[in-house]
């Protein structure tokens, strides 16, 4: 099955930018998307990509798509405390039977802001 | 617009009780989803559901059923907690191929 992979633990001085890197492993995929955990309450999503884009931008937010290599990135600029969160990557296949397989989740990346 | 609604919050099980997670979306959104989240591990699929009268297995079903016989609810249950259930459960809605979205979350301790 899909497999999406991320680090669980990335660490940033507050103003600098944040790179949270996830790779996934088929190429089926139609979109892919970010999530954001604050402790203790439900995901909220922050931003997707359409597999046929390389890039999508939205305020301090970059998402990189590299299909090829099955390698997506998000940039945060001018990262800041309430920042401080676990960002899932999340993956979601062709819908190949009519049907919905929801999405396949990383671990979850924590990100750790240094004052 | 309330999203999506999950009770209870919070909610500690024996072993071998019994209970339903309740799930409701008000955004009219045709399919409907419950993932739980163990520490470390990411968010698993239990069931899904694309319709009312419709569901379907995920990755992690065994232990749970659901049901779905209104497009705004699809609760899970469980029929004899095990403490391999201690978990975050969320249930998510979408509308078709759109992004989830996502309930707060209840947090349920099996001991």
């Known amino acids: 099955g899909e497999d999406v992979e991320q680090s669980l633990f990335l660490s940033v001085r507050e103003g600098d930018s944040s790179v949270i890197n996830c790779t996934y492993t088929?190429?089926?995929?139609?979109?892919l998307y970010w999530y954001k955990q604050e402790p203790g309450a439900g995901l909220q999503l922050l931003t997707y990509?359409?597999?046929?884009?390389d890039m999508k931008q939205d305020q301090r937010l970059t998402v990189l798509l590299n299909k090829k290599d099955k390698h997506l990135s998000l940039r945060i600029a001018d990262t800041q405390t309430g920042d401080s969160a676990i960002y899932f990557c999340?993956?979601?296949?062709?819908?190949?039977?009519?049907?919905?397989?929801?999405?396949?989740f990383g671990k979850g990346t924590h990100l750790i802001i240094q004052p | 617009n309330a999203g999506v609604t999950q009770t209870p919050k919070f909610r500690i099980l024996k072993i071998g009780q019994s209970m339903t997670l309740q799930c409701a979306q008000d955004?009219?959104?045709?399919?409907m989803y419950w993932y739980r989240q163990d520490p470390g591990m990411g968010l698993k699929l239990i069931y899904y559901?694309?319709?009312?009268?419709?569901?379907d297995k995920g990755e992690v079903p065994n232990g749970y059923n659901v049901s779905r016989s209104t497009t705004e609810d699809f609760p899970l249950r469980l029929e004899l907690a095990a403490p391999s259930q201690t978990s975050v459960y969320f249930c998510?809605?979408?509308?078709?191929?759109?992004?989830?979205?996502f309930g707060n979350g209840t947090r349920l301790t099996v001991t």
């Open positions: 559901s694309v319709g009312a009268g419709i569901t």
């Open positions: 955004m009219n959104h045709n399919y």
């Open positions: 999340a993956d979601r296949l062709r819908d190949s039977g009519g049907g919905a397989d929801g999405l396949t």
């Open positions: 990509i359409f597999s046929n884009m």
């Open positions: 998510a809605s979408s509308y078709s191929q759109s992004p989830l979205h």
């Open positions: 088929d190429s089926s995929s139609t979109y």
